[in-house]
């Protein structure tokens, strides 16, 4: 497709990069460290930790890896925990050994831990105690040979620490018993890497950096191979979108997305790295209150997060009262931003939230809208730097401006392949293109717009409905808090629509719903079945589970 988009290019924002500027992540991390000593790198409950005092720790770590738990290079290592500030030491002590990391989503089942284990040869992990008793049912069945095991204040200092650890422990009784024989505290491996210096390691662009596991929600989960050069390369893409807008040393971004989901890891873990900027570390996000207060007493200048979570956030009257003369963007991604919540927020803020779009595969993000104030709302935004998108019919063959179909990317950031499984790599992967299974079109302008999900694509009476086209109008009712829509049987027209609804006001009934739907959707599309729940399955990081919806107790 002709690069319609470059007439709508943000100013100073380059349309290439480097993506072998830093050899590695780990370089990334020097980098800041150097250039950043002093400045304040994450924040949590109140702790301030240093750039300078994250190289030490994380140069400890490093050492323990190597000369106690003995690992080298190229061995995976799974992380298991929330956003704390053992995260990044983890994170950036594995990759300056030249280990693999295998990021694990804390609320696995034994058995979905068990997969990504013995799928990825995992023979270490780090995991928060409140997991630890899952471990201990599966570990049995893995390669997994050195157990860290890391509590909620182990980093927090001494006293706070020994206060945090004991009210999880004890009050809220959130760590189950566990037995876990030869496992360390994340504070003693710390202390036993200090009595020596690690060993430099080389690692290259094309050496794999993470087995980032997604398809959990579609299928069996299968880990996506993203090098060094996939993530570098996507953090520059970033580095250069934001630029215009953001100064080094002056930005502090709450990360309320777990750090082991790829969005939070890249867009706000490693990019603010490479601005020097604050990461301000949000462990329960669901909290809404805590939440609100630590946005009061860290005056923040980005937030990224899911729709949801922008929409929790503003149902609370306290969100409203913060001061958000610093707040410079907002992005969001993971799941379509809808533009009723877009709307309130800009209205809240004073600024836009600017939707983005990414998955796994592509380290993640591919699009953004510009965040210079030309954003187009409901759209997915313009190709990243070095990023190329076409959209193509079911044979492959390109479209037009306007018509939807599958969208294709490549670029830097577009993963080597899953791991160990070569036929599903070449069903997504053909002649370097990235097939999404996204539907979506170009329009005149250059932007891009999601239409839906391939799977998630309702067929009535021969028409194709698009729950996200329908779950935007219905955000809109001034009554309705959240909405999902799938298709189900129907003997009339193959498939119907249902809608799944969470109140915002209790006297909303099903025919107001019906009623508003067919004032801007043609008839087909009105929902024939509309379901109120208390709430709706969500995956840990708040994008909406239809796939629980369809099952058959949903229907």
Request: charged residues 20%.
């Amino acid at each position: 497709m002709e690069k319609i988009w470059l007439s709508s290019y943000p100013e100073n924002v380059p349309t290439e990069i480097d993506p072998e500027r830093f050899a590695s992540i780990a370089e990334v991390f020097e980098d800041g460290c150097r250039r950043f000593s002093d400045r304040t790198a994450f924040i949590h409950m109140g702790r301030h930790m240093t750039y300078r005092e994250l190289d030490r720790q994380v140069t400890h770590f490093t050492s323990y890896l190597q000369h106690v738990a003995k690992l080298t290079k190229g061995d995976r290592i799974a992380l298991q925990m929330p956003n704390a500030l053992q995260y990044p030491i983890a994170l950036f002590g594995a990759l300056r050994a030249g280990l693999i990391v295998v990021n694990t989503n804390p609320l696995y089942t034994p058995r979905e831990m068990a997969h990504q284990f013995t799928d990825s040869g995992a023979v270490a992990i780090v995991i928060m105690a409140n997991f630890a008793h899952n471990l201990q049912e599966i570990i049995g069945k893995t390669a997994i040979r050195t157990v860290i095991v890391t509590e909620m204040g182990d980093m927090l200092g001494m006293i706070k620490g020994l206060i945090v650890n004991a009210v999880v422990k004890y009050v809220k009784k959130m760590v189950p018993a566990y037995y876990l024989p030869g496992a360390v505290t994340f504070t003693q491996a710390l202390e036993y890497g200090a009595a020596q210096a690690p060993v430099p390691v080389t690692v290259t662009p094309d050496d794999i950096a993470f087995l980032q596991y997604t398809g959990g929600t579609t299928g069996v989960s299968k880990g996506a191979i993203l090098t060094h050069r996939n993530i570098c390369a996507n953090m520059e893409q970033n580095y250069a979108w934001m630029s215009p807008t953001l100064r080094e040393g002056e930005e502090v971004v709450i990360t309320a997305l777990p750090m082991y989901h790829v969005f939070s890891l890249t867009v706000n873990c490693l990019t603010f790295m490479r601005f020097g900027g604050a990461n301000v570390l949000i462990t329960n996000p669901r909290d809404i209150p805590a939440f609100i207060k630590e946005l009061q007493d860290n005056p923040f200048t980005v937030i990224t997060g899911v729709n949801t979570l922008f929409n929790a956030l503003m149902n609370s009257p306290e969100f409203a009262k913060l001061d958000f003369t610093k707040l410079k963007t907002t992005v969001g991604g993971a799941m379509a931003v809808q533009s009723a919540v877009s709307d309130r927020w800009k209205k809240i803020t004073g600024t836009p939230l600017v939707e983005g779009y990414g998955l796994t595969e592509a380290s993640p993000v591919v699009s953004c809208n510009p965040i210079d104030g030309h954003e187009q709302i409901g759209t997915i935004g313009l190709p990243f730097p070095s990023t190329e998108i076409k959209i193509v019919d079911d044979d492959g063959t390109e479209l037009p401006i306007g018509e939807p179909g599958e969208l294709c990317v490549r670029g830097p950031q577009v993963m080597a392949g899953y791991w160990q499984r070569q036929d599903e790599t070449d069903k997504v992967i053909k002649d370097g293109w990235l097939f999404t299974g996204d539907v979506a079109k170009a329009e005149p302008d250059g932007f891009f717009r999601i239409v839906d999900r391939k799977k998630d694509m309702i067929l009535v009476s021969g028409f194709n409905v698009y729950p996200n086209e329908v779950e935007d109008v219905l955000a809109q009712h001034p009554k309705v808090l959240e909405v999902a829509v799938i298709g189900v049987p129907d003997d009339h027209a193959g498939e119907a629509i249902k809608a799944f609804i969470v109140k915002q006001d209790e006297s909303l009934t099903v025919e107001e719903v019906r009623e508003f739907a067919r004032i801007q959707l043609t008839g087909y599309k009105v929902p024939k079945h509309v379901e109120f729940r208390p709430d709706l399955p969500k995956t840990n990081v708040g994008k909406i589970l239809r796939r629980a919806l369809r099952e058959p107790a949903a229907k």
